[in-house]
């Protein structure tokens, strides 16, 4: 059975509900559905599975790790770890854990179990069970296993990522995050290192649909169902750069604004700036065209930006105008570490000028701001663990929630509650009166559904992060509130000197989007003035190791 890694290749198997744990087994690739029992060996070229313990299939329920060798299969359920022949299917006791044991891995004689609430990889010896030593899991969700050679590869559930590690230390060697949410399998090839090869993902969770019940007096109701489906992984780990880039994707993104002021305005004359997306590590803008109107382009501090001039827009005046953008964006997570920050260099003059400043309404003078920013770091020195060390502080006291405005940071840190924007506002004042350069990247993400491809998305909201700054380094990104997932933590760190492929990055330390009036006319606010519309469209999946041409 071919198991070659087409790109693109999304395999949803038939009559499958919940795939948690997947092997290959030589050519076969196998999964375990939790949710039935089963375990089904997969046609990726099909999407065909075929039963192959149909009368253990209870045996098996509820069971999560996957793990073949030498002709016998291993999988875990609850706290105990089993392991049959393929030949007659009859569970036999491995070992019975403390706590929950999620996945399990096998190489020669040696097997690995993954427990999140006990937070550690035990390592037995296949023949006497003895326990020989445990590493500290990577992530805080639930981890699969497989092994190749001398590495270990753990998928996380919460965290969006698969972590590499030494087989023989647990030494974390890279970690790249997943296209998908979720992942809950993980299948790598013998051959698989660091900078490439053969690894197959396992996605399973729910999503919310629309049911047609004509018995119901309103047919259409919101309900949730099982998806689950299989996607080859695809990365390259850039040691001199010190990233991992992973599956990319072709999108096109539209952006323009429908002028439909809510009261009669006459403006004369107006310049009206719109940023564009910008190219990065992660991110290659290969066109842009405008829409409705043409325009001028700028670069403002760096940055790409869309000029529309208008001589004179009259009352009930309408327009269409924006742009049109060709964009390759892809997962990408820094792999930089805590020790190497033990020593770094001092901040440039020209930035601590630009980026340790008061010019965004931080309240950076304000004295509950300045008491949290020196509570969020105490006395840790390291950059990166300051920085992580204020994010967790913000995410301990705000809760998201969307506000139709923006507060500052000593109101938001009274309120309790902040939206995207708020969160950056707040991670920016403190991580600025500590002495690190920061600033606001964004502006919006695409939807994020890589196998809904050639139809039109549009988001609901506009979305903010920032990027700071490492000196020696660069610029880190870091998302503002998306982690922050769990009351009291502990957190994520998948979106801490990373990004998903669904984010497009524009306007960094400078406005998306801003209008000029002449100085004698009345004030007049964007929102006022224009609607925006946003749309789009993924076109295909691209390879991360070079940029797609065609």
């Known amino acids: ?21 997947i092997a290959l087994a030589g050519e076969r690739l196998l999964a375990m559905d939790a949710l039935r029992g089963y375990v089904l060996q997969i046609d990726p070229e099909t999407d065909n599975a075929t039963l192959l313990n149909p009368r253990h299939v209870q045996q098996f329920e509820q069971s999560t ?11 875990t359920q609850g706290h105990n770890v089993f392991y049959c022949d393929l030949d007659n299917w009859i569970p036999q006791p491995f070992i019975r854990l403390p706590y929950e044991a999620d996945g399990v891995a096998v190489w020669n004689a040696t097997v690995y179990v993954t427990s999140r609430k006990g937070g550690y990889i035990a390592i037995y010896d296949r023949t006497t ?5 445990r590493f500290s899991l990577p992530g805080i969700g639930r981890e699969n296993i497989s092994v190749s050679e001398e590495y270990l590869w753990l998928c996380d559930q919460t965290e969006q990522t698969v972590f590499c590690l030494d087989r023989a230390t647990g030494e974390q060697v890279c970690s790249v995050l997943t296209p998908f949410a979720s992942p809950t399998g993980i299948a790598v090839a013998a051959d698989a290192t660091p900078e490439g090869g053969k690894i197959w993902i396992a996605y399973a969770d729910e999503e919310a649909y629309i049911r047609d019940d004509p018995n119901s007096e309103n047919p259409h109701q919101l309900t949730f169902r099982d998806r689950t489906f299989l996607h080859s992984l695809q990365f390259v780990y850039n040691r001199e750069q010190g990233y991992t880039r992973s599956n990319g994707y072709l999108l096109e993104m539209t952006y323009a604004e429908e002028i439909s002021p809510l009261d009669p305005v006459t403006l004369k004359p107006l310049t009206w700036r719109i940023a564009l997306p910008t190219d990065t590590d992660r991110q290659r803008v290969r066109q842009v065209q405008p829409v409705g109107l043409p325009f001028t382009e700028e670069i403002i ?9 208008f001589e004179e827009l009259g009352p009930y005046e309408s327009h269409l105008f924006g742009w049109k953008a060709l964009i390759e964006v892809h997962g990408i997570k820094y792999q930089l570490n805590q020790r190497q920050l033990e020593r770094c260099p001092p901040l440039p003059e020209d930035y601590s000028q630009r980026y340790l400043i008061d010019d965004d309404e931080l309240a950076m003078d304000n004295p509950i701001v300045q008491a949290a920013a020196k509570e969020a770091v105490g006395r840790e020195t390291n950059l990166l663990r300051q920085v992580l060390s204020i994010r967790n502080y913000v995410y301990d006291r705000l809760s998201y929630g969307i506000k139709p405005h923006i507060d500052t940071p000593d109101v938001v840190l009274e309120r309790g509650i902040g939206s995207c924007g708020e969160y950056v506002g707040l991670l920016l004042a403190l991580c600025r009166l500590n002495g690190i350069a920061c600033r606001t990247v964004g502006r919006y993400k695409c939807p994020p559904y890589a196998d809904r491809q050639g139809v039109p998305l549009e988001p609901d909201f506009n979305h903010v992060w920032l990027e700071f700054y490492v000196p020696g380094v660069g610029w880190l990104p870091m998302e503002s509130n998306v982690d922050d997932v769990i009351d009291g933590g502990p957190y994520p760190t998948r979106f801490f000197m990373g990004l998903p492929w669904y984010h497009v990055e524009m306007g960094k330390g400078v406005s998306f989007e801003k209008i000029e009036t002449p100085p004698q006319d009345p004030p007049v606010k964007l929102g006022d003035l224009a609607l925006n519309h946003v749309r789009f469209k ?3 999946e691209l390879p991360p190791e070079s940029p797609d041409q065609n």
């Open 301 to 309: 501090n760096g940055q790409r930006v869309a000029v529309f001039h």
């Open 1 to 21: 059975m071919p198991t070659q890694l087409t790109p693109g290749l999304i395999v949803r198997p038939v009559g499958a509900y919940a795939l948690h744990g």
């Open 538 to 540: 993924i076109l295909k």
């Open 129 to 133: 069970q003895r326990l020989i030593t």
């Open 65 to 75: 790790g996957l793990s073949v060798a030498d002709n016998q299969l291993w999988y």
